[in-house]
């Protein structure tokens, strides 16, 4: 299985959300990080990560007799790079856009059903705001997000922090030939 079809499932992106910040989880963990998904699909997921190269084995130890692995992301795996996107059909990026969908979908109906969840005290934000810009000021509000957003994925985890979700998603919603058709200015 190539990385896009290991990352294009809405539980194994799951899986990979709960394993960034460097942490080392064991499948049993990852179960309780997932509780709306079964115990034997997590591990099914779990194996076919580890197969393809997407988690290693960061650990093994013995519990109970049997040999309890914690797995770690490997972050240069679980991702695609411009190259394969340049390569992909338009369909591959549906499927690989619903994939994230659905995995954003039941990450937020988690939260939801965890007891205390509290959006506007957990300043949960879900806009969409539709904005007009050039080619450079694209690339320049990309870099601006990167920049404040880098830093902070080496954050690991401790009692002070919250895991939070953040899913920019930025695309055309219409062409810039359109746009001049409907308001000559």
Same mark, same amino acid.
């Given at each position: 299985?190539? %990385? ?21 989880? @064991? %499948?049993?963990?990852?179960? !309780?990080?997932?509780?709306? &998904?079964?115990?034997? %699909? ?8 580890? !197969? ?25 795996? !679980?991702?695609?790079?411009?190259? @394969?996107?340049? #390569?992909? @059909? ?7 856009? !619903?994939?994230?969908? #659905?995995?954003?979908? #039941?990450?937020?109906? $988690? ?8 959006? &506007?005290?957990?300043? &949960? ?14 690339? #320049? ?12 994925? $080496?954050?690991?985890?401790?009692? *002070?922090? %919250? ?10 919603? *219409?062409?810039? *030939?359109? $746009? ?6």
């Amino acid at each position: 299985m190539d %990385t896009l079809e290991l990352l294009a499932h809405p539980v194994r992106l799951r899986v990979v959300h709960a394993l960034r910040g460097g942490r080392a989880l @064991t %499948t049993g963990q990852l179960c !309780a990080l997932i509780p709306d &998904v079964s115990k034997a %699909t997590v591990y099914r997921h779990v194996d076919l990560l580890a !197969a393809g190269g997407i988690l290693d084995i960061a650990d093994e130890r013995r519990v109970r007799g049997a040999v309890e692995r914690l797995y770690r992301l490997r972050q240069e795996r !679980a991702g695609i790079d411009t190259e @394969t996107a340049r #390569a992909l @059909t338009p369909q591959h990026h549906e499927r690989a856009f !619903a994939a994230a969908m #659905a995995a954003l979908i #039941a990450e937020f109906g $988690a939260y939801l059903e965890r007891e205390g969840s509290d959006p &506007v005290d957990d300043l &949960v934000g879900y806009r969409q705001h539709a904005i007009w810009l050039s080619k450079d000021e694209l690339v #320049a509000l990309i870099g601006a997000m990167q920049v404040a957003v880098a830093p902070l994925l $080496a954050n690991e985890p401790s009692r *002070e922090r %919250t895991r939070y979700l953040l899913s920019p998603i930025l695309f055309p919603a *219409e062409q810039a *030939e359109q $746009a001049e058709q409907q308001d000559p200015r």
